[in-house]
């Protein structure tokens, strides 16, 4: 019995200690809970953080930076965002993140090598570093820009100079020049292309010149070309028009590069002239439309010329004198058959023309004109002519039609027989009288032109009637 009662005391003071120690656990997560600031404080102490950071949930965290806690404490930011200066900003990969941006620090001139680091004006990054900033082709080289290709203190790369007497050729040190280059002075230049040594060592193009396969071309711009010493435009320079030196002639203009005609006020471009179609006789009103021989263009329209008049019997008379006058009616006096009413029919104008020659074509012997009532005023068979013009006319269409000088007598047995055969041709102004029968009402064969008479069978002789306007 003692020793189970000896056994009961030890299992006893056993549990007390067990339980002493329980309660004094569960006083110490009071105290934890009590000095967290956040629910489950993780059983960190805020005095336990570092600077800079902040006591949350997790633990202590740099919200500067921590997408999950980004500017405070459960701020997270979206998904693949990062945070930069307690601020989300999208993923930036390769980059830094610097403000809101993601910069590339190695180019950034705004940020060159750091956020905020800027270059200076003139200047570019490269590198992270701040450099004067040089033309394609061109290194910055101790604050000033260098051509590693050609340069002798700066061969192929920046302070890497050649020795004396050598030159800097396509980037290497040499005693001669390569690669379709030329020694001028100290340096290998491309005469081709050099504007400085442009076809020769030192032959420099002027201002606004490029050098062109070893020749000085002025550089054009615009839509223009080089032609010469000038810049043209192809289009519409009428001295190099479509191509250099294509000149236009003159009057015409270049449009769309081709030369073109330009009619100034009151003409029109017919074919490759400037017609005026008031009074171009072969364009009269329009182009292509011609007045027939002999007539000219008035106010676009073709009209006969003013006719030749003349008063009195006239002789000997070229026929190209007759100018403004048209053959209407042209027989033999041996023959005849015309009707006189199909005679005036043809001749219809207001003016008529009776003439007479030898056979041949050649000028008329005998001729007289008048308006056309003078000339076909009916005398029936009296000896007492009608005057007109300088003219004693007599016609009636069933005995004789003829004329002589104004104020000369007639003799009419049918003709006019004064100064003919009748009379041993004795009459005054005998060569100055025209007679042809009319009996039945046509032009029969006969009688007289001129002095010459009885040519009813006579060959050759011809009468005429022209007309006018």
Same mark, same amino acid.
């Given at each position: 019995?003692?020793?189970?009662?000896?056994?009961?005391?030890?299992?006893?003071?056993?549990?007390?200690?067990?339980?002493?120690?329980?309660?004094?656990?569960?006083?110490?997560?009071?105290?934890?809970?009590?000095?967290?600031?956040?629910?489950?404080?993780?059983?960190?102490?805020?005095?336990?953080?570092?600077?800079?950071?902040?006591?949350?949930?997790?633990?202590?965290?740099?919200?500067?930076?921590?997408?999950?806690?980004?500017?405070?404490?459960?701020?997270?930011?979206?998904?693949?965002?990062?945070?930069?200066?307690?601020?989300?900003?999208?993923?930036?990969?390769?980059?830094?993140?610097?403000?809101?941006?993601?910069?590339?620090?190695?180019?950034?001139?705004?940020?060159?090598?750091?956020?905020?680091?800027?270059?200076?004006?003139?200047?570019?990054?490269?590198?992270?570093?701040?450099?004067?900033?040089?033309?394609?082709?061109?290194?910055?080289?101790?604050?000033?820009?260098?051509?590693?290709?050609?340069?002798?203190?700066?061969?192929?790369?920046?302070?890497?100079? *050649?020795?004396? &007497?050598?030159? +800097?050729?396509?980037? $290497?040190?040499?005693?001669? @020049? /390569?690669?379709? #280059? %030329? =020694? !001028?002075?100290?340096?290998?230049?491309?005469?081709?292309?050099?504007?400085?040594?442009?076809?020769?060592?030192?032959?420099?193009?002027?201002?606004?010149?490029?050098?062109?396969?070893?020749?000085?071309?002025?550089?054009?711009?615009?839509?223009?070309?080089?032609?010469?010493?000038?810049?043209?435009?192809?289009?519409?320079?009428?001295?190099?028009?479509?191509?250099?030196?294509?000149? *236009?002639?003159? &009057?015409?203009? +270049?449009?769309?590069? $081709?030369?073109?005609?330009? @009619? /100034?006020?009151? #003409? %029109? =471009? !017919?074919?490759?002239?400037?017609?005026?179609?008031?009074?171009?006789?072969?364009?009269?009103?329009?182009?292509?439309?011609?007045?027939?021989?002999?007539?000219?263009?008035?106010?676009?329209?073709?009209?006969?010329?003013?006719?030749?008049?003349?008063?009195?019997?006239?002789?000997?008379?070229?026929?190209?004198?007759?100018?403004?006058?048209?053959?209407?009616?042209?027989?033999?006096?041996?023959?005849? &058959?015309?009707?006189?009413?199909?005679?005036?029919?043809?001749?219809?104008?207001?003016?008529?023309?009776?003439? !007479?020659?030898?056979?041949?074509?050649?000028?008329?012997?005998?001729?007289?004109?008048?308006?056309?009532?003078?000339?076909?005023?009916?005398?029936?068979?009296?000896?007492?002519?009608?005057?007109?013009?300088?003219?004693?006319?007599?016609?009636?269409?069933?005995?004789?039609?003829?004329?002589?000088?104004?104020?000369?007598?007639?003799?009419?047995?049918?003709?006019?027989?004064?100064?003919?055969?009748?009379?041993?041709?004795?009459?005054?102004?005998?060569?100055?009288?025209?007679?042809?029968?009319?009996?039945?009402?046509?032009?029969?064969?006969?009688?007289?032109?001129?002095?010459?008479?009885?040519?009813?069978?006579?060959?050759?002789?011809?009468?005429?009637?022209?007309?006018?306007?």
């Amino acid at each position: 019995m003692r020793t189970s009662a000896t056994t009961l005391r030890a299992v006893l003071a056993a549990l007390g200690a067990t339980l002493g120690a329980l309660a004094g656990c569960a006083s110490d997560e009071a105290t934890i809970a009590a000095t967290d600031g956040t629910e489950g404080g993780g059983g960190f102490d805020a005095t336990t953080c570092e600077a800079g950071q902040t006591l949350c949930r997790a633990g202590c965290i740099d919200t500067q930076v921590d997408p999950a806690n980004c500017g405070d404490c459960g701020t997270a930011c979206a998904n693949g965002a990062t945070c930069a200066g307690g601020l989300c900003a999208a993923a930036c990969d390769g980059g830094v993140v610097c403000g809101a941006d993601c910069v590339d620090v190695q180019s950034d001139p705004g940020n060159c090598g750091a956020c905020g680091s800027a270059c200076s004006t003139g200047t570019a990054c490269a590198a992270g570093q701040c450099a004067i900033a040089c033309p394609p082709g061109q290194l910055a080289c101790g604050g000033a820009c260098a051509d590693v290709s050609a340069d002798l203190a700066n061969c192929g790369a920046c302070g890497q100079a *050649c020795d004396p &007497g050598e030159v +800097c050729s396509a980037g $290497a040190c040499s005693l001669v @020049c /390569g690669g379709g #280059t %030329t =020694k !001028c002075g100290a340096k290998c230049v491309n005469l081709t292309s050099d504007p400085a040594n442009c076809g020769a060592c030192d032959a420099t193009c002027p201002q606004g010149y490029a050098c062109t396969a070893g020749a000085c071309q002025i550089v054009c711009g615009g839509g223009t070309t080089a032609c010469g010493d000038v810049c043209a435009d192809l289009a519409h320079d009428p001295a190099n028009c479509g191509a250099c030196a294509t000149s *236009c002639p003159g &009057g015409q203009v +270049c449009t769309g590069g $081709a030369c073109e005609l330009v @009619c /100034g006020a009151g #003409t %029109t =471009k !017919c074919g490759n002239a400037c017609v005026d179609p008031a009074v171009d006789p072969a364009n009269c009103g329009a182009c292509g439309k011609s007045c027939p021989g002999g007539q000219s263009c008035v106010g676009g329209a073709c009209k006969s010329p003013d006719a030749w008049w003349a008063s009195g019997v006239q002789t000997n008379v070229p026929v190209a004198q007759l100018t403004g006058w048209t053959p209407c009616y042209q027989g033999l006096y041996s023959a005849g &058959g015309a009707s006189i009413a199909g005679l005036l029919a043809s001749c219809s104008k207001a003016k008529l023309l009776l003439a !007479c020659r030898p056979g041949g074509g050649g000028a008329l012997a005998v001729l007289a004109m008048a308006p056309r009532g003078d000339v076909t005023f009916d005398t029936g068979s009296s000896n007492q002519p009608h005057d007109a013009n300088g003219v004693g006319w007599y016609f009636s269409g069933n005995f004789s039609w003829g004329f002589a000088p104004q104020g000369a007598a007639i003799a009419r047995n049918e003709c006019d027989t004064i100064g003919s055969s009748f009379d041993g041709y004795g009459g005054p102004q005998k060569e100055k009288r025209l007679c042809w029968h009319t009996l039945g009402g046509g032009v029969n064969p006969g009688w007289r032109c001129g002095a010459t008479d009885n040519l009813n069978v006579a060959a050759g002789w011809e009468r005429l009637v022209f007309h006018a306007d």
